[in-house]
């Protein structure tokens, strides 16, 4: 197994599309949290309201954006083998897949979570310094309870992003099909209930679609009040990665990889 992760880990860090993912990760995130969190008013779009707007849930915005160079370089650690036939080489040097794949799943879920840790801090300081606080109905404190759990349920949103875009590359293979198909499960849910006007609909969507599920961690106002609880959302997101991850080993263990 350290061969395999030693293997994996050298492409990860030595391949500039993937080395650089904490860093592209946490630019993307910052560079939609921060003009929200600068702009962001109880008259505004971000907020709405004074006693409707979630500080810490508002400061991680960014992470919808960020988590793109998460999924690309989860697809790429898979579908870029069968691509260029290194898949082929990879399998020679260690026959065994399903250690192979499990290695993949590491060495991407720790990139993850390198993204993450840098996006998340980077939000919250963010969100202390910049947000207009005198005009919301409470400051964004990161070291409080529901901030950590926030900050922390966040981190694993990444690793299971990652996870569950690494399943779907296995299953899949071919990196457009595989990146077409994680973007539209992960946002078209979303955009559909922007356009329909059933509660009932749109409630559904927000348990059980995975990125909105996921997300839910990040809510620290009222949390009750939402249509599902933080860490229930990130069960359900959990749900989805182990069913593509599964899917992805079966189909990986079963096929061959010149076809």
Not at 20 to 38: D, N
Not at 192 to 198: E, K, Q, V
Not at 218 to 231: L, Y
Request: aromatic share 6%; glycine share 10%; proline share 5%.
């Amino acid at each position: 197994m350290n061969r395999a992760l030693l293997a994996e880990w050298t492409k990860m860090r030595t391949v500039p599309s993937t080395a650089w993912t904490p860093w592209t990760a946490a630019g993307l995130t910052m560079a939609l949290s921060l003009p929200i969190v600068a702009t962001a008013g109880p008259d505004t779009t971000a907020c709405g309201a004074a006693t409707g707007c979630d500080p810490v849930r508002l400061s991680l915005t960014g992470v919808q954006l960020g988590q793109l160079a998460v999924i690309v370089t989860a697809v790429l650690t898979m579908s870029a083998e069968y691509g260029t036939g290194l898949i082929v080489q990879t399998l020679t040097a260690e026959p065994r897949r399903l250690r192979v794949l499990t290695a993949k799943a590491i060495t991407v879920t720790a990139a993850a979570l390198g993204a993450g840790l840098v996006s998340v801090a980077g939000c919250l300081i963010a969100g202390h310094v910049l947000l207009p606080r005198g005009d919301l109905s409470s400051p964004l404190t990161p070291i409080t309870g529901p901030a950590m759990r926030a900050a922390g349920g966040t981190l694993l949103y990444f690793g299971l992003i990652a996870l569950f875009s690494l399943g779907l590359a296995a299953a899949l293979r071919d990196t457009a099909t595989a990146l077409s198909t994680v973007l539209g499960l992960l946002y078209m849910p979303g955009i559909l209930t922007r356009f329909i006007a059933d509660e009932r609909w749109n409630t559904l969507v927000d348990r059980y679609a995975p990125m909105s599920a996921g997300l839910a961690v990040q809510s620290t106002d009222n949390p009750s009040a939402q249509s599902i609880g933080p860490w229930a959302g990130l069960g359900v997101l959990a749900a989805y990665a182990t069913g593509t991850m599964a899917a992805g080993a079966v189909l990986f263990h079963r096929r061959d990889a010149r076809t």
